[in-house]
């Protein structure tokens, strides 16, 4: 009796429900591998005809006037937000002071929300020691960190000071631009009215520290290679990346400033400068030294914040955008549909639930055909896409794909809580850096303790990888196909972060 009811309710209703989300997970595969396809034949197009952005915008170096001096060179204030960066802050402060660029031009403006009152005293010090050198440098502190990151940055734009600027560069205070940096960015600014950003790809300088790292360079130099360049060059837009770039001031006071109210305070800038018409260019050419996380805990909060921030901005935009006057109705299906539907919120929930939920527990419903061309053929060319973005590790390729499944998981839970406003929407948790920058360190680090084996213990990767290790024991002893050797790896990827083997 119980074993017909089980045949019953499986055949009627937990078959065609499996079935059901199959088909979705179908049509968001094409979805997904449409959207990759067209930002890498974009790719491809700028590259064959070399459509470098000095082409498309007018650009000339800047040079001294003999009768001016130095005041045709814009005002241009290199603002530096920071938070109890004792690794770094030297490193930030150092490279921002060294850009070429009259002195009597440049402002560096120091945004330091530190609460460690060793740190404030050093970074007072570093501050003064370049002031001496005749650098115009401030050193900004307020009494709460309200805001996080953008209320800093707001805080900094209504010092008087600022108004007395054209252009604002930004910088992370991981970020070590190069002393030509301004030179290269500024003059698109300059000579083409319409723009009001300039943004540098970055370069990690410790790419190479672990297995967590490359896997990470692959993730962001796909970013920036497809994402940011078919943005720019098809729609001239795309998300700032809140560090290493160039803003025109105008264009920000215009949108309304830097606002608090989500977690990416970049991107939301971006948008609704977007949405007024400006336009946005992104120099590959041009890359910033950076540093990735190297810990699993920290690389963890990071990319909560990166797929929460956005869901919960999209959320809160979408009216917004929808009832726009000042561009095209293209413009605006793109920022929706492209750049926030498809590439901020149902990919994360795609790789997640299709990878690692839908394909293992197949392995119960053989009577479910799950096509070839949505497990194979079109992972292949989306990887291989990605892959070619840094053809130094495409050997790591199989590893990296295991790694962005683990992630998936994180993103799909972060994008659930920035969709529905829940309890973390707003945690930000400043990612730590290690000082993996620095070739010489200039300060002593601080070491903390290791933590003990169970506590590095993280019981939902460890879950997720013991269910996908059952489904793929069961196809091994009772299945027809291989899905079981995919189903091992990435049981063992889930596994070995969830005991946290990865990362330093």
């Not at 802050?89 to 921002?96: E, P």
């Amino acid at each position: 009796m119980k074993t017909m009811w089980w045949r019953d309710m499986r055949s009627l209703l937990i078959v065609p429900m499996f079935k059901c989300l199959v088909a979705i997970c179908l049509v968001i595969s094409l979805l997904v591998f449409v959207e990759s396809l067209y930002m890498n034949i974009v790719v491809i197009y700028v590259k064959l005809c070399k459509r470098k952005p000095e082409k498309i915008y007018k650009w000339e170096a800047m040079q001294e006037d003999l009768e001016l001096g130095n005041q045709n060179f814009p005002m241009v204030l290199v603002q530096i937000p920071m938070y109890n960066e004792r690794e770094v802050f030297q490193l930030s402060i150092g490279a921002a002071c060294r850009l070429i660029w009259p002195l009597d031009r440049l402002i560096v403006q120091v945004l330091d929300d530190s609460t460690d009152p060793t740190i404030m005293e050093m970074v007072s010090i570093e501050c003064g020691k370049w002031a001496t050198k005749g650098i115009n440098i401030k050193c900004e502190r307020r009494d709460n960190r309200n805001g996080y990151k953008a209320g800093a940055l707001k805080q900094g734009m209504r010092h008087s000071y600022v108004k007395t600027c054209t252009y604002i560069a930004i910088f992370d205070a991981d970020f070590q631009p190069e002393p030509d940096y301004l030179e290269r960015t500024v003059p698109f600014l300059i000579h083409n009215p319409e723009l009001a950003l300039v943004q540098a790809r970055w370069k990690f300088v410790n790419a190479k520290k672990c297995l967590m790292t490359r896997m990470q360079e692959m993730s962001l130099n796909y970013h920036f290679t497809a994402e940011q360049e078919s943005g720019s060059t098809r729609h001239a837009f795309f998300g700032f990346n809140g560090t290493a770039g160039v803003w025109r001031l105008a264009a920000m006071e215009e949108a309304g400033g830097w606002k608090d109210r989500t977690t990416v305070e970049d991107m939301d800038l971006a948008v609704r400068v977007g949405l007024h018409g400006w336009k946005f260019v992104f120099v590959n050419d041009v890359s910033v030294k950076s540093e990735l996380p190297s810990q699993f805990k920290a690389f963890r909060f990071q990319q909560h914040r990166w797929s929460c921030g956005p869901a919960n901005l999209f959320r809160k935009m979408t009216m917004e955008i929808i009832r726009n006057k000042r561009v095209t109705i293209w413009k605006k299906l793109y920022v929706i549909y492209s750049f926030f539907f498809v590439r901020k919120i149902i990919v994360h929930f795609f790789t997640f639930f299709f990878y690692c939920f839908i394909l293992p527990t197949s392995v119960f419903f053989p009577e479910v055909n799950i096509p070839t061309w949505s497990t194979v053929y079109f992972p292949f060319m989306i990887t291989l896409f990605n892959a070619i973005a840094t053809p130094r590790s495409f050997y790591l390729v199989i590893f990296w794909v295991l790694f962005e499944n683990v992630m998936a998981m994180h993103r799909t839970k972060g994008t659930f809580i920035g969709l529905l406003e829940g309890g973390r929407v707003n945690e930000w948790v400043v990612t730590e850096k290690l000082g993996d920058a620095l070739e010489t360190k200039l300060l002593p680090q601080v070491r903390k303790p290791r933590n003990g084996f169970l506590e590095r213990i993280n019981s939902k990767e460890m879950m997720v990888g013991i269910y996908i290790l059952c489904c793929a024991s069961y196809n091994l002893v009772f299945g027809k196909t291989v899905l079981y050797i995919y189903l091992y790896m990435q049981a063992l990827a889930f596994i070995i972060a969830g005991i946290g083997f990865i990362g330093t």
